[in-house]
Every structure is written in C-alpha cells, then in structure tokens.
C-alpha cells in the first residue's frame, strides 16, 4: 500500500468509493468533484493501482489562521479493519502541517467515530447552541444583493469558528440544494434551512441582526424556528454548548481552543 496527494485521473475511483461509503445522491457527489475538489487538499491510499482510501482537507481559518475541515474519509469495504485509513491521516496530516495549517477539524458521524479519531488526537472541542424563536414582519427592505459573508461571519461566529471563503459557501449552497434544502441570501443574510409547514429548522445562517433573519423566514412562510449556531454567537447566549465536532492541533505553538464553530459541513 501506498499514500500519494490525488491526480485528476482518480477522480472515477473516487468518486466510486465515495459513492459506495455515504448515502449520498450521485448529483450532490458529483457536484463536489467538478466543483469542490479544486479547493481541496485530497489524498488517497492505492494497492496495485486501485484506490482504496480516500480523505479531503477543505481549507479554512480558524482565529485567523490557517487550518482545515477534514471530511470524506473513506476506505474500501473489504479493507476495512487493517489500519489504511490511519495510515492514510497520518500522511495527510503530516503534508497539511508541513503545509503551515494549525488545526485540523472534523465532525464524526457517529459515537464510534468520535472514538477512532480520539485515538488519533483529535478532542472534542466543537460545540452549538441551539435555541427557538419566531418569525416577525418588518418593514426592511426586500432587496437582495450578495452577503459579505466574512463579515456575517464573523457577526454570528464569535473568535472560534471556521472562516469558509465565498467559493466553499456557494459549492454548500449548491449541494444542499441536491436535498431540497432551502437557501436564503441577501445582501444581509446567509442561511440553509429544512421546512416543514410553517417550522423550520435553520441549521446555518450568518446575518446582521436577528430581525433581519427573522423577517426574511417570515416572508419565506416560517412562522417558528429552530436556529442552530455558533457558542459565541450573543443570540444564542445562555443555551448550553452541545458537543459538535473534534479538532486536533497540527503545531506546537497552536493556543488552546474550545467550543469551536465548524458551521458549514458535508455531514
């Protein structure tokens, strides 16, 4: 076995893997290797020319430095159990250190999976609050626009969050419409959300104000919803942390974090 970075000629094994190791729609997956690998880091373990394993670090800044969301992490059914994808982490990793990132940051499907990656380093350090509210009219204006969404990040993340740059958020956009989740976007707010009749629960949303989110659901026909967020954000203040998320620190001199933001994931 070895580890190598992904050539462009990998992409139908990985896309096949990818495929065969999620219950993923084979629109949503396609859309992220024609629109989202260029923006990764990919890295795969092969056997005699075929692909066994694959992991994709996403870049991102945490704290204004440079980090990564690992997601994707993926072996082959029939060679599970043998240590690949370990050794495949520990490549990857090593190159993203060597690459100058601080932190590496994931969200783990499962409790097993918070296990695996603990044995690796990694501590549960991400967190969200969650809180409902409902929906208000309000005469703001209507028009649309795009969001400065570093700014509407930054507003609603608090200091420890992962920073995603415009092209990550308009490929997320793009996937989660493959779900039927609905997207909201204005010059003052950002945010994904699954309705059900007149409740919604918004799982992502950076804005400039709640009442600004708040009148933009109304319109949308929420009348109650369901925000989930950053533990910095002051909306959300009082609402106890709840365990979203592992980070592993890559360098010697990366500071202590807690409570960390991922937001936007592909889990």
């Known amino acids: 076995m070895r580890c190598r970075a992904i050539r462009d000629a990998d992409v139908p094994q990985l896309t096949a893997l990818w495929l065969d190791s999620f219950p993923e729609k084979e629109e949503a997956a396609k859309l992220f290797f024609e629109r989202n690998l260029s923006n990764a880091h990919a890295y795969l373990a092969e056997e005699n020319d075929t692909v066994i394993a694959a992991v994709y670090l996403l870049d991102t800044t945490i704290c204004d430095r440079q980090a990564h969301y690992l997601c994707g992490a993926s072996t082959r059914r029939d060679c599970r159990g043998r240590g690949v994808m370990t ?23 499962n409790e097993g999976l918070y296990r695996f990656y603990g044995r690796l380093g990694y501590q549960a350090l991400g967190a969200v609050c969650q809180k409902t509210f409902d929906t208000a009219p309000s005469t703001l204006p209507t028009g649309g626009g795009t969001p400065d969404r570093e700014m509407l990040q930054r507003s609603c993340g608090g200091d420890k969050f992962l920073l995603w740059n415009k092209s990550e958020i308009d490929f997320a956009a793009a996937y989660y419409s493959c779900y039927g989740v609905s997207i909201l976007q204005t010059e003052r707010a950002f945010a994904l959300w699954e309705q059900d009749g007149s409740y919604a629960d918004v ?13 933009l659901l109304f319109r949308a026909g929420v ?23 592992m980070v592993k620190p890559l360098c010697a001199d990366a500071p202590p974090l807690e409570n960390v933001w991922i937001g936007l994931t592909l889990n």
């Open 87 to 109: 050794a495949l982490l520990n490549f990857a990793l090593g190159d993203a250190a060597a690459r100058g990132d601080w932190w590496s940051v994931l969200l783990p499907a």
């Open 203 to 215: 799982f992502y949303a950076v804005y400039r104000d709640m009442e600004e989110l708040k009148s």
């Open 223 to 245: 009348r109650r919803f369901t925000l989930t967020g950053s533990a910095g954000n002051p909306d959300l203040a009082g609402r106890e942390p709840l365990r979203c998320g």
